[in-house]
């Protein structure tokens, strides 16, 4: 089994409509993170969390929101979605502790706006 | 501003040769530098990763070099094979923020 899931894998929605993505990990890693990959753009981090209570922007936030529902769930929300939102969106984990630096990515979700 | 420039976007490269991927940053703060690779319909995964306080780090075929005061880092790929058609991406990050910066992805194809 996958350590980090995304749900869903592929979405297609309209332009105005709010969307949830899910990520979940059995890691037991207490950082997570959320980042949109772009051709041409590599990946950029929309929002991180170190813990439950710790929620942080990243370089891309406008647009979206979070929530850190248990240690293990993290999910990005699209309150309401536009077409320039149309990217593959990843959920990474990594665990705090002096040299350990890894983040660990899931599969994966492929969004469309129309 | 893209902190962490990547080059080339894209590389072709015969079954056996050698595959450059290179990168450079401007934030003398970074203190990690690791690069990803990424098949397709996957998430990148860490390939590679090296401290500033070493020039080079080598695991198997793939080789980090790293220029500290020209603030550049390369991946090499030594006898490079079809299963090593990917993206890579090159990252960096300080102790400080604890978020990677990623560059902007070089496609590797290898030809057989």
């Known amino acids: 089994d996958a350590d980090v899931t995304q749900t869903p894998r592929n979405r297609i929605t309209k332009t105005g409509k709010r969307i949830m993505l899910e990520c979940s990990q059995t890691?037991?890693?207490?950082?997570m993170y959320w980042y949109r990959q772009d051709p041409g753009l590599g990946l950029r981090l929309i929002y991180y969390?170190?813990?439950?209570?710790?929620?942080n922007k990243g370089e891309i936030s406008d647009g979206y929101s979070v929530s850190r529902q248990a240690q293990a769930k993290f999910s990005l929300s699209l309150e309401s979605a536009i077409p320039n939102q149309t990217a593959l969106y990843f959920c990474?984990?990594?665990?705090?502790?002096?040299?350990?630096?890894?983040?660990?990515f899931g599969p994966g979700t492929r969004l469309t706006v129309t | 501003q893209q902190q962490v420039k990547q080059s080339p976007q894209s590389l072709i490269v015969q079954k056996g040769g050698i595959s450059i991927i290179n990168c450079a940053y401007e934030?003398?703060?970074?203190?990690?530098f690791p690069w990803y690779q990424q098949f397709p319909g996957k998430g990148p995964a860490l390939l590679i990763a090296?401290?500033?306080?070493?020039s080079e780090k080598k695991e198997g075929r793939f080789t980090i070099s790293f220029n500290k005061s020209a603030k550049q880092f390369s991946l090499h790929i030594m006898d490079s094979q079809p299963g090593d058609s990917a993206t890579y991406f090159c990252?960096?990050?300080?102790?400080?923020?604890?978020?990677?910066?990623f560059g902007t992805g070089t496609l590797l194809a290898v030809q057989p």
């Open positions: 990474a984990t990594r665990l705090t502790g002096v040299g350990r630096y890894e983040q660990y």
């Open positions: 890691k037991g890693h207490d950082r």
């Open positions: 969390s170190f813990d439950v209570k710790d929620i």
């Open positions: 934030n003398t703060a970074f203190d990690y």
């Open positions: 090296i401290r500033p306080d070493v």
């Open positions: 990252a960096a990050s300080s102790t400080a923020t604890n978020k990677l910066i």
